[in-house]
Structure formats: C-alpha cells, structure tokens
C-alpha cells in the first residue's frame, strides 16, 4: 500500500498539533491541522457553552466530514490533527451529558452524524494521546491560548473519561494509545522515534508467532 491516512486524536492540550507536525516531518507525509480560529462560534461557545453548543458543533462537523472526504482522494499519505469521530463521540456528547446541547439538538446532531459518517472509509489508523487533566492544564497554559485558559479541570476530566471509552470501544480502525505525561516527543527525538517505528510496525509490519512442539 503507497497511501496512508492516520488521524492523532485526544483531549484539548494533549499535543495533537505538536505531534502531527514532527511526524509529517520525520515521514515525509502531509499534516493536515485542526482549524480551531475559522470557527466564528468558538470565542462565544466558551463564554456560554449552552447557547452556541450547536452551532459550534455543527460548525466543525461540517468543516470535519469535508476535510476527511478530501483526504481520501488526496495521492499522498496523510496525518491528521483531531478526527471526525473525536468531534461527535466525544466532544458534542460531552456536552449533552452536560446538559449543553438539549435532546432534540443533540439528536439532531447525532442523525446527521451516523448518517454521513458511514459513507467515509475510516483511517487507516488512530493513534489516541493520553494525558492526565494536570498536564493538559500545563499544556494549556503554555501554548497560551485566551479563551481555553477558563475551561475548567472538571470539563477536561469529562472529555477525559469519554475518551478512554471511545478508544476502548472504536472498531472502524485499529487504535494505538500512547501515555503522554513523561513524554516530549518535541525536545527529544528518541521518543519521537518510538512512536513513529510504533507506527509503522502497524500500519506495514509483519509478526510471526511460533508454538513450540507438544
């Protein structure tokens, strides 16, 4: 196979962006990044996330189902920062669990979602980045984005629990979680080289299993 398509998934702050970057550049493939600023609800969700849930979450559902369809038809092989799944299973949920999104949007939401996604070939792979709530709030605070700095401990404990369950359950693609909290896969190059040799033993590597006699 000459093409892949992997998407890196995982909670506000985890160091999806960081990791696409590097990894695009270490194989020779295309990034393709989250495009937090063109969503003109976002500024508004986080100031009252009851009233602007839908329209932010339709906004990247959107802009998420016509980026993955184009990836598709793209020649070169692909890393993608946050997928389709992740925008729906994860984050429009959590905010009906919250109460955020009411019934009827969120089955609104949902019809549309299982109804467009089963038209897409999944990736080829997940890889899943886990990190525990205080270093993504580090992460947060560092990359120094104004209007994430409020979300608060409690709402990335949620997205946290979700995500876990999400990975634990997906069978569109196999899924590679890699524990996040000692890693810098920016600074040190090692650990960038395990998880793009983890990578590819996945998507191309061979195993053979032996049974010694009776």
């Known amino acids: ?16 962006s960081s990791l696409t970057q590097r990894l695009a550049e270490r194989l020779g493939w295309e990034p393709v990044f989250e495009a937090v600023a ?14 602007w849930s839908f329209n932010s979450q339709v906004f990247f559902l959107s ?35 919250r109460g955020l999104l009411s019934e009827r949007d969120w089955q609104t939401y949902n019809d549309l979602y299982q109804t467009l996604g089963t038209l897409l070939r999944a990736p080829n792979l997940v890889v899943y980045l886990r990190a525990s709530v205080p270093t993504l709030q580090r992460r947060i605070g560092q ?3 104004g209007y994430e700095r409020s979300v608060p401990a409690t709402y ?15 069978r569109r693609c196999p899924v590679l979680t890699i524990e996040t909290d000692n890693l810098n896969y920016v600074e040190n190059d ?12 996945r998507l191309y590597g061979r195993d053979t299993i032996a049974f010694d006699p009776p």
């Open 156 to 170: 990335l404990e949620a997205l946290n629990t979700l995500y876990d369950d999400w990975a634990g359950a997906f």
């Open 143 to 145: 990359r120094g984005r």
């Open 38 to 51: 063109e969503n003109p609800y976002l500024d508004d969700f986080y100031l009252d996330m009851a009233r």
């Open 63 to 97: 802009r998420r189902l016509r980026e993955h369809y184009l990836l598709l038809q793209r020649q070169a092989s692909v890393i993608q920062d946050r997928s389709v799944y992740e925008d729906a299973e994860i984050f429009a949920r959590n905010l009906y669990n």
């Open 190 to 201: 090692a650990h960038l080289g395990e998880i793009a040799a983890q990578i590819a033993h």
């Open 1 to 16: 196979m000459s093409k892949y398509f992997v998407a890196i998934a995982g909670n506000i702050g985890v160091g999806k």
